[in-house]
């Protein structure tokens, strides 16, 4: 069974950063594209960056310049930069995981960690 765990969220103030991580466990044949998505009270879920197996990167407008996203093995990483009070969210992680060479990929998604800026 696939499972994602992040941590790395909690409080800071306007201006602060953190860095988020995400664990892939479980037995499966490849990790495809990861990603960060992150979703604030009354708002839908909103991709915040993403990254394919070939490291390449996309990320939303509002936060380009200011988050990087990246990979190693099973994990993968946000490093929140500048952080403004409307970054505060609850954020995912998102895997497209390929369990065997026969099947097609699933998106598996983390519990979420919940990131708050304020001062």
């Known amino acids: 069974q696939v499972q994602l765990v992040e941590s790395g969220g909690g409080l800071v103030q306007p201006g602060g950063s953190l860095r988020l991580s995400c664990a892939v466990s479980?037995?499966?044949?490849?990790?495809?594209?990861m990603g960060w998505y992150r979703q604030a009270p009354g708002k839908e879920r909103e991709l915040v960056a993403g990254?394919?197996?070939?490291?390449s990167t996309n990320y939303a407008d509002s936060v380009k310049g200011r988050f990087t996203i990246s990979r190693d093995n099973r994990r993968v990483y946000l490093q929140m930069n500048s952080l403004r009070p409307e970054d505060t969210a609850n954020y995912y992680c998102?895997?497209?995981?390929?369990?065997?060479?026969?099947?097609?990929?699933?998106?598996?998604w983390g519990q979420g960690t919940q990131v708050t800026v304020s001062s």
């Open positions: 479980g037995s499966f044949f490849s990790i495809n594209t």
């Open positions: 998102n895997a497209e995981v390929t369990l065997t060479l026969l099947t097609l990929a699933n998106d598996y």
């Open positions: 990254i394919s197996s070939d490291g």
